[in-house]
C-alpha cells in the first residue's frame, strides 16, 4: 500500500464551527506532514511529526490544531478560522529518504 | 533560510524537449527534488539529486550542480499528460529537518 489518504475531500465551514481533517498511510513511514496549498502557489509547511512528536511547528496560528494518534493516522483540528484559511490542505509522509508520499489533499473553505 | 527560483511557465509542443531551471539558496543543503502537480491533484515525487550530475527515469533527467546552486528537469518527447506545474524542492539541512521548501512552481503547457 504505497497511498496516503484523506478525508474528507471538500469541507464548507463557517468562522465559528470546528472540524478536523484526517490522514492515513499504513507505509510504515515514521514522519507525517501537514502542507497548506493557495491556488497557484506552492505547498507551505505547516507541521511535521516525526515518530508522532511534533517536531516543526511553522509558526501556524492556534486556530490549526494537528495531532498525532498513532503513527499511521494525522488529524488537523480547526477551528475559528478565518476566510483567508481557506486552502487545500494536503498530507504528505516519507520514511527515512526524500521521497514525499502526498494525499489528495481537503479543499477547505471557510464562510 | 531557503529560497528557489523558476520560471513561471513554460509552453511547448508534444514531441519536443523542455528544460526547467531551478537556483536556489539555502543555509544547508540535502539535495534538490522535484515534484509534478496536475491541477486538482496531488504533488508527486518524480527525482532526487544528492550529488552533482544527471540522474535519469525514463523520459524525465534531473541534473545537479551544487558549485552553481542550480538544478534542472528535462522533459523528453512531451505528451499532452506531461502539461502540469513542477515543483522543485530543497530539505534543510542545517537541522535536519525533512521537511521540504517548494519553488514557486513552473506550469508547463504542452500543445498539439
Known amino acids: 500500500d504505497t497511498e496516503v489518504t484523506q478525508t474528507p475531500k471538500h469541507l464548507v465551514m463557517g468562522m465559528t464551527n470546528k472540524k478536523s481533517l484526517k490522514c492515513e498511510q499504513h507505509?510504515?513511514?515514521?514522519?507525517m506532514y501537514w502542507y497548506k496549498q493557495k491556488a497557484k502557489k506552492p505547498p507551505e509547511l505547516m507541521f511535521v511529526?516525526?515518530?508522532?512528536?511534533?517536531?516543526i511547528n511553522e509558526s501556524v496560528p492556534s486556530r490549526f490544531s494537528p495531532e498525532c494518534p498513532n503513527s499511521s493516522l494525522l488529524n488537523l483540528h480547526l477551528h475559528a478560522l478565518q476566510p483567508e484559511d481557506s486552502a487545500l490542505y494536503l498530507c504528505?509522509?516519507?520514511?527515512?529518504?526524500?521521497?514525499?508520499?502526498f494525499g489528495p489533499g481537503t479543499r477547505l473553505t471557510v464562510l | 533560510g531557503q529560497s528557489l527560483e523558476q520560471p513561471s511557465e513554460v509552453t511547448a509542443v508534444e514531441g519536443a524537449i523542455v528544460q526547467i531551471n531551478c537556483t536556489y539558496q539555502t543555509s544547508g543543503f540535502y539535495g534538490l527534488s522535484w515534484y509534478q502537480q496536475h491541477d486538482g491533484g496531488a504533488p508527486t515525487f518524480l527525482s532526487y539529486n544528492a550529488l552533482d550530475g544527471l540522474e535519469e527515469t525514463g523520459r524525465f533527467s534531473s541534473f545537479l550542480s551544487r558549485s552553481d546552486s542550480y538544478g534542472y528537469l528535462l522533459l523528453q518527447e512531451l505528451q499532452m499528460k506531461d502539461s502540469a506545474s513542477y515543483f522543485c524542492?530543497?530539505?534543510?539541512?542545517?537541522?535536519?529537518?525533512?521537511?521540504?521548501?517548494f519553488g514557486s512552481g513552473t506550469r508547463l503547457q504542452v500543445q498539439p
Open positions: 524542492a530543497v530539505r534543510d539541512g542545517d537541522t535536519g529537518r525533512r521537511a521540504l521548501t
Open positions: 507505509m510504515g513511514h515514521r514522519a
Open positions: 504528505a509522509s516519507s520514511q527515512d529518504n526524500p521521497e514525499q508520499f
Open positions: 511529526y516525526s515518530y508522532e512528536k511534533l517536531s
